[in-house]
């Protein structure tokens, strides 16, 4: 990860452990994701409870790259008033 943006040299890592915070924020994009693989399977897969599991922690650790670069983008984002400008 860069130290400052390359576009508006915003200093990403504030302080030490600044991004500690986002590991609440990726609790939170996984257990919506978790949720809704839940509702939809209640819903209209109706996959066994094994499967779905399977399907989930599939799910789970493949976007996680994802879930940890947009949870600490949404971190940033709101202490942040320059990051999306
Ligand atoms: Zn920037």
Redesign the pocket.
């Known amino acids: 990860m860069n130290k400052h943006?390359?576009?508006?040299?915003?200093k990403f890592e504030r302080e030490v452990g600044y991004f500690y915070g986002a590991m609440y924020v990726s609790y939170g994009l996984q257990t919506a994701l978790i949720t809704l693989l839940y509702t939809v399977n209640m819903f209209w897969w109706d996959f066994s409870p094994a499967v779905l599991v399977f399907i989930i922690l599939t799910l789970v650790f493949a976007l996680f790259p994802v879930t940890f670069r947009w949870s600490r983008i949404i971190w940033i984002a709101s202490f942040t008033r320059?990051?999306l400008s």
Not at 5 to 10: E, G, I, K, V
């Open positions: 943006c390359p576009h508006c040299n915003l320059k990051v």
